[in-house]
Structure formats: structure tokens, C-alpha cells
């Protein structure tokens, strides 16, 4: 069966046809928000790509608006050594408003420590739940 461009985008949930670019906007969340150590260029972008009532959930806790958002992305940060980097590990994919990108972090030159996978619901062309999971063993 082919695959039109609108599959390859995906969309933006039941009953609409508003195409969404899972790719930019996961991949985005990734370095602009989870590898920004800068908290007002982290809240820019958490305006831009998270809704309003969004909502993190990680293995270990549940962070509900963008200002938790921040505050969860601050402690994770707190606790990685300062010159770990988050990267994708592929494209992401996604449909009917939900996406998954694979994603992996460690220092840039170095060996990689940690790997797991964001899903997101997407609605409007932004992110409303964000699910974290991460691997027991790197891959």
C-alpha cells in the first residue's frame, strides 16, 4: 500500500486533517526543552510546544503544567553531569495524534549512558501528556 505524505506527517487526531510534523515537534521538545539548561529559553519553549494544561508523566513522577514541566526538566538536569547531551536515535513517527520518538543521552564524545522513548498526545500542534520511558540497558 503507498503511503501518502499526510500518513508520512500523521494527524492531528480524530476528525481532523490538520497534518502534524511529530519529527520537528518531538526532536524540538528533545533539545529545546529536555537538553536546555537555560530556564528562559526552556519556558520559550515550552510555550511553543507544549499546551497550556500539559502534562510530563516520568517513571518516578507526574508533572502537571508547563511551570512543573520546567521544574522536572531542572532537576533531571541537576542531577546529569553538566556536558551530557540528549540526541534522537531515528525519527520519530507518529499518528492520529500520537507520536514516539527514541531517544538517547551521554557526553558528546563519549559512550551513551542512558536511552528511552518519549510518546506524546498531541493536540492543536502541541504537546498535552508527554510519557517517559527509559530503558534498564542502554541500546
Known sequence: MATTSKQK????????AQ???FDALMQANLVRVFGE?????RRAALQELYA?????????????????ISSAV???????????????????????????????????AG???ITGTDVAHVEGGRIKSLHV???????
Request: proline share 14%; aromatic share 8%; glycine share 12%.
Open 9 to 16: 506527517a500523521g494527524t492531528q487526531g480524530a476528525g481532523t
Open 19 to 21: 497534518p502534524v510534523d
Open 37 to 41: 539548561r537555560d530556564v528562559e529559553r
Open 52 to 68: 497550556e494544561d500539559a502534562t510530563l508523566y516520568e517513571p518516578q513522577a507526574v508533572a502537571p503544567g508547563r511551570e512543573a
Open 74 to 108: 531542572d532537576a533531571l538536569l541537576a542531577g546529569l553531569p553538566p556536558d551530557f547531551v540528549f540526541a534522537p536515535a531515528g525519527q520519530a513517527q507518529g499518528h492520529n495524534g500520537v507520536g514516539r520518538l527514541f531517544w538517547r543521552a551521554g557526553p558528546p
Open 111 to 113: 559512550p551513551v549512558a
Open 133 to 139: 520511558f527509559l530503558d534498564p540497558v542502554p541500546r
